[in-house]
């Protein structure tokens, strides 16, 4: 063979090499690309299909399966819809998560997290065939529960944790589970159109409850036909109450206040989970009851507890195959208060539906006998399902009966002369037997002052701090506070508590002296010292800085809870001090001129201080008057008080308002 011919055969030789080469790298690639495409094709089936179901779009993910995959196993898509409404829908299952999605060709597998109406999340581990180019799922009762056959079903078994109890320093019920009643509908026994909606406007008309509030209760996602849904709860059926027709009553055990209104704002109320708590809160579940408000919400998680039950797969005779998903119920906690809840009551009862607030102590000890806020309100009415004409009512009330005074900060008026007071003789600034001579009703500095005058209420001289405590005098204690000077003055006021959070279960601003760290004027620095200024102490913060007075010089920090250990701060101010100041207190009981002199009759060794902050826009005008006692159990100090009454009427005080109030604690804290 010639030379160019053999160079021909090899030349024809490569390109058809070269051909075959281009040939399969074209018929893999090709053959990548449609494996790609259907992967793709195959997530995005999986990912719509479990997309519906996490939503309870349950007819719409019906449009992912194959028919013939349904006539094969002889379902019909309106079965499946059903089964996955009976199952997925029953037992609560939402927000499903796709892990390790992996589709083969025509074939898928991936890991499924759902989270069920026990509140937790159950693992399934899922595989199957798509059909027409995997757009479509070969559809089986396995993608329903991994362990499914066709005529299996599931059981679901829930069990509620009773929630814990809220009582006093005795076991009495502030928060308890009692007997409730429950009004409700069935949706099936409302019948349909016309004869639906004028059921539910004579049950709207009877229980109090708007229409729309009926309405929106039956939408809920968990409701089905034969279910009860619960519209209002009340501790007892009302006298001469008629159910209209499609209204059904049931007896069931819920929460109840037993004291209503003398506890609302401490202890607060609970209240049925909704779609949005359980987004926020993976541990509640379709049925939960919730702290809203007050102590119930503070401690929501160890009084809830933790609901149980169990889910599991039975064959077509109810026997359990497999256990899906089991969680143990736990019972609530207890929380044990320090109040005592007739103090609790009576201390409300004495602010006589007044905008104020009272605090008791055991000084000893920084109990908290009472926290009372007045206007209130019954949460028994929230727990139960509160009106929107009754929750109207309250919101619009001027009062502002939602309002925990005793967490809210004023201006302490004259009962802080105690703490100047305290201060000046440590500092040795002021001498209590010095007078002064001070003469009438108002004074000033100098000119400097303009038209501003420090005005008090009695026109007595001399005045030494005896007389100015009994007739709790502003241009003495203003006086002496300008004569101490700020940096001596914030130097004793900075050993007390301001600025510090107080260890409570209650929301509230840290103690404030000023809004600046400079007064920047004699004018706030006079005012301060007699209670007014810029300070900012709420009552219970009032009644933890007095409690140098019943205890020796040392701070005992207030506490709720019964079992939490006390917090003191020592030597804030000196004994020698509280024995001076202590008995000008005695003095203000005992003296006929005494600003809590009426408090002698009642038989009590008491020391006390009252005060007037007064708020207003000009010198001269009446101003809104705030009216402060602070008094406590001068033989033994087993008790205090802080009585608050906010923007007085001429004819009440706070000093007015205690007396049975003291007895009880005379009789009970002695």
């Not at 997925?88 to 998560?97: L, M």
């Amino acid at each position: 063979m010639k030379r160019s011919e053999k160079h021909k055969r090899g030349k024809g030789i490569v390109i058809v090499a070269g051909i075959l080469i281009i040939g399969c790298l074209f018929f893999f690639g090709y053959r990548t690309i449609n494996e790609q495409r259907m992967e793709a094709k195959g997530k995005e089936t999986i990912k719509g299909f479990v997309d519906r179901l996490s939503k309870g779009k349950y007819q719409e993910s019906l449009k992912y399966l194959s028919e013939d995959s349904l006539k094969s196993l002889d379902f019909s898509k309106q079965q499946v819809n059903e089964k996955y409404q009976n199952i997925y829908g029953s037992i609560g299952v939402h927000d499903i998560k796709i892990k390790n999605l992996k589709i083969k060709k025509n074939q898928f597998a991936y890991t499924a997290v759902l989270y069920t109406g026990l509140g937790k999340s159950l693992k399934q581990n899922y595989q199957g065939t798509f059909t027409k180019g995997n757009s479509l799922i070969e559809w089986a009762p396995n993608l329903i529960f991994s362990g499914m056959k066709r005529t299996d079903k599931v059981a679901y078994h829930y069990l509620s944790a009773t929630r814990g109890e809220i009582v006093d320093r005795n076991g009495h019920g502030l928060a308890n589970n009692g007997e409730i009643v429950n009004f409700g509908v069935v949706p099936k026994a409302l019948g349909e159109g016309e004869q639906k909606q004028e059921k539910i406007k004579k049950i709207s008309e009877a229980l109090g409850l708007t229409e729309k509030a009926i309405n929106t209760a039956l939408e809920q996602s968990w409701v089905k036909e034969e279910y009860f849904v619960p519209l209002k709860t009340e501790t007892k059926v009302p006298e001469n109450f008629e159910a209209p027709d499609g209204l059904e009553v049931q007896t069931n055990i819920g929460r109840t206040n037993p004291i209503g209104e003398a506890a609302a704002h401490l202890i607060g109320y609970v209240g049925a989970v909704t779609a949005e708590d359980m987004k926020k809160n993976k541990d509640l579940s379709e049925g939960s009851i919730i702290g809203r408000t007050g102590l119930e919400r503070v401690f929501d998680k160890e009084l809830r507890g933790r609901d149980g039950g169990y889910i599991a797969i039975t064959n077509s005779e109810g026997k359990e195959k497999e256990i899906l998903q089991k969680i143990n119920v736990v019972e609530g906690k207890k929380i044990q208060l320090t109040i005592d809840v007739q103090a609790q009551y009576l201390a409300y009862k004495s602010l006589d539906n007044e905008r104020g607030s009272s605090v008791v102590t055991e000084p000893k000890t920084g109990d908290l006998l009472a926290v009372a806020s007045s206007p209130s309100f019954d949460p028994n009415k929230f727990v139960h399902g509160i009106s929107q004409t009754d929750y109207d009512k309250l919101s619009k009330d001027k009062a502002l009966p939602f309002l925990a005074r005793y967490s809210n900060g004023y201006a302490p008026g004259s009962t802080f002369k105690l703490i100047t007071a305290a201060i000046g003789l440590d500092a040795g600034t002021i001498d209590p037997n010095q007078a002064l001579a001070i003469n009438g009703l108002k004074w000033q500095q100098d000119a400097s002052w303009g038209g501003y005058k420090v005005t008090r209420v009695s026109d007595v001289s001399p005045v030494d701090l005896r007389t100015a405590m009994i007739y709790s005098d502003n241009i003495y204690m203003a006086q002496e506070t300008l004569k101490m000077g700020e940096k001596t003055f914030r130097a004793g006021l900075n050993k007390f508590i301001f600025g510090e959070e107080l260890d409570l279960p209650i929301e509230m601003n840290p103690a404030q002296i000023s809004t600046e760290k400079n007064f920047g004027s004699d004018i706030l620095l006079a005012d301060t010292g007699y209670g007014q200024g810029q300070l900012l102490l709420n009552p219970i913060q009032q009644i933890a800085t007095y409690s140098v007075f019943p205890n020796n010089g040392t701070i005992v920090y207030p506490k709720l809870l019964l079992s939490q250990e006390n917090k003191t701060k020592k030597n804030v101010v000196s004994a020698e001090t509280v024995a001076r100041i202590n008995q000008d207190m005695q003095a203000v009981v005992e003296d006929p001129n005494g600003t809590a002199n009426s408090l002698q009759s009642l038989g009590i060794p008491l020391m006390a201080k009252t005060g007037t902050a007064e708020i207003k826009d000009k010198q001269d005008e009446r101003g809104q008057q705030n009216s402060f006692l602070y008094a406590f159990d001068s033989q033994n100090q087993k008790f205090s008080v802080l009585q608050f009454l906010e923007d007085r009427p001429d004819s009440k005080s706070a000093v007015g308002m205690v007396p049975e109030l003291l007895k009880y604690l005379k009789e009970n804290y002695n």
